[in-house]
């Protein structure tokens, strides 16, 4: 009976200690796949591009030997292996080793690292969350059109989130009159719910779910429905700027309007126009009126939207890239080259550096015929 007695008191004590062991977890974000778990033990784990590293990244802007973590006591230990481009913690390059603390964002070229550490229930429900947050990324990028090669308008798109889930969605269908919807919205903040936010408005535009009454002719019209229909105090706060614009390929005329968002560039004719109305972000204050503009495109014409992820950098030396600094390099744009998004996000990112991001980077190129 006593040794029954003794079994009895140990059980329990066995289970707490367990539950209490602190366990250190990586996590491995890279588009088009499902999140990976590495369980960090006493060993370092070296990162690389080469089979012999412990996780493999064989992508081109990965190091042969890139870095390597080493738990020390209750954090791991990052430590950047002379990598060229650079091994980043919460955007910052990596000068020298850094603990690391519990939800620590890594960045590896385009793959993203996050490190976690707790208890096994804890981990669960983070592990959990990060797979949502992987989903939720894969499922916006999922809703982006894909690029029109022929016909009376022309699209093409570079679209590159952030470390973190962002807000950024863009897109353009075909009426059925014929005419081209064409829009980009940025909602504020990161996260899941600025990613839901984006996908509720974008899948708005993309099914012209609009209320009853509301006239697809008037651009400012549209605007003003969107602003009814998603108030900042039913958005958790969050509000987002569009820029919307109408283009009828019979007329040639485009109809737009914009809310809290940066110009449109119209380059057509030798001249690169800048398209806006002044409006306020959509979602902040009820019954705002929003503008409507309009322009005739000129044959073999092309129009640039963009997020402000686009141009909003932090240059290497510290100073701020702002929209002035990369309106010129519209200007500079020869029309008939092709592959004019991949241009503007290689100019972003000589910009930016080898790093992630500070922000959803979304470039969106359409040419008039």
Same mark, same amino acid.
């Given at each position: 009976?006593?040794?029954?007695?003794?079994?009895?008191?140990?059980?329990?004590?066995?289970?707490?200690?367990?539950?209490?062991?602190?366990?250190?977890?990586?996590?491995?974000?890279?588009?088009?796949?499902?999140?990976?778990?590495?369980?960090? @033990?006493?060993?370092?784990? +070296? =990162?690389?591009?080469?089979?012999?590293?412990?996780?493999?990244?064989?992508?081109?802007?990965?190091?042969?030997?890139?870095?390597?973590?080493?738990?020390?006591?209750?954090?791991?230990?990052?430590?950047?292996?002379?990598?060229?481009?650079?091994?980043?913690?919460?955007? +910052?390059?990596?000068?020298?080793?850094?603990?690391?603390?519990?939800?620590?964002?890594?960045?590896?070229?385009?793959?993203?690292?996050? &490190?976690?550490?707790?208890?096994?229930?804890?981990?669960?429900?983070?592990?959990?969350?990060?797979?949502?947050?992987?989903?939720?990324?894969?499922? =916006?990028?999922?809703?982006?059109?894909?690029?029109?090669?022929?016909?009376?308008?022309?699209?093409?798109?570079?679209? =590159?989130?952030?470390?973190?889930?962002?807000?950024?969605?863009?897109? &353009?269908?075909?009426?059925?009159?014929?005419?081209?919807? #064409?829009?980009?919205?940025?909602?504020?903040?990161? @996260?899941?719910?600025?990613?839901?936010?984006?996908?509720?408005?974008?899948?708005?535009?993309?099914?012209?779910?609009?209320?009853? @009454?509301?006239?697809?002719?008037?651009?400012?019209?549209?605007?003003?429905?969107?602003?009814?229909?998603?108030?900042?105090?039913?958005?958790?706060?969050?509000?987002?700027?569009?820029?919307?614009?109408?283009? $009828?390929?019979?007329?040639?005329?485009?109809?737009?309007?914009?809310?809290?968002?940066?110009?449109? &560039?119209?380059?057509?004719?030798?001249?690169?126009?800048?398209?806006?109305?002044?409006?306020?972000?959509?979602?902040?204050?009820?019954?705002?009126?929003?503008?409507?503009?309009?322009?005739?495109?000129?044959?073999?014409?092309?129009?640039?939207?963009?997020?402000?992820?686009?141009?909003? #950098?932090?240059?290497?030396?510290?100073?701020?890239?702002?929209?002035?600094?990369?309106?010129?390099?519209?200007?500079?744009? $020869?029309?008939?080259?092709?592959?004019?998004?991949?241009?503007?996000?290689?100019?972003?990112?000589?910009?930016?550096?080898?790093?992630?991001?500070?922000?959803?980077?979304?470039?969106?190129?359409?040419?008039?015929?």
């Amino acid at each position: 009976m006593a040794d029954d007695d003794a079994t009895m008191v140990q059980r329990p004590a066995a289970a707490e200690a367990a539950a209490t062991v602190v366990e250190h977890l990586l996590l491995v974000h890279a588009a088009g796949q499902p999140v990976r778990q590495l369980k960090l @033990g006493d060993a370092p784990l +070296k =990162v690389g591009r080469t089979p012999d590293n412990d996780l493999v990244l064989p992508l081109p802007d990965i190091s042969r030997q890139h870095c390597v973590l080493q738990l020390r006591g209750s954090r791991a230990l990052l430590t950047d292996l002379g990598s060229t481009n650079g091994t980043y913690v919460e955007g +910052k390059r990596l000068a020298a080793p850094v603990a690391l603390s519990d939800g620590a964002h890594v960045g590896l070229g385009n793959v993203t690292l996050v &490190y976690r550490s707790g208890t096994p229930a804890l981990l669960a429900r983070a592990v959990a969350l990060e797979e949502e947050l992987h989903r939720a990324s894969e499922y =916006v990028q999922a809703l982006l059109p894909p690029p029109l090669t022929a016909g009376p308008l022309r699209a093409d798109w570079r679209f =590159v989130p952030s470390a973190s889930l962002g807000g950024d969605a863009f897109g &353009y269908h075909r009426l059925p009159d014929g005419r081209f919807a #064409i829009y980009l919205l940025d909602v504020t903040g990161h @996260g899941a719910g600025s990613a839901l936010l984006a996908v509720s408005v974008l899948n708005v535009l993309r099914q012209a779910a609009l209320p009853n @009454g509301v006239a697809w002719d008037d651009a400012g019209g549209v605007l003003a429905a969107l602003n009814a229909m998603f108030p900042m105090e039913q958005q958790g706060g969050l509000c987002f700027s569009l820029w919307f614009g109408l283009y $009828d390929p019979a007329t040639r005329h485009l109809v737009y309007a914009s809310g809290g968002h940066h110009p449109a &560039y119209l380059r057509g004719g030798g001249a690169l126009a800048p398209l806006a109305t002044r409006s306020m972000m959509l979602g902040a204050m009820a019954d705002l009126p929003f503008a409507s503009a309009s322009v005739t495109v000129p044959p073999a014409s092309r129009l640039y939207l963009f997020s402000d992820g686009a141009f909003e #950098i932090t240059r290497q030396d510290g100073s701020q890239q702002m929209l002035a600094d990369f309106v010129p390099m519209l200007a500079a744009a $020869d029309p008939a080259a092709p592959n004019e998004a991949e241009r503007l996000l290689g100019a972003a990112r000589a910009v930016n550096g080898p790093g992630p991001f500070e922000d959803d980077v979304s470039i969106l190129v359409l040419d008039f015929t």
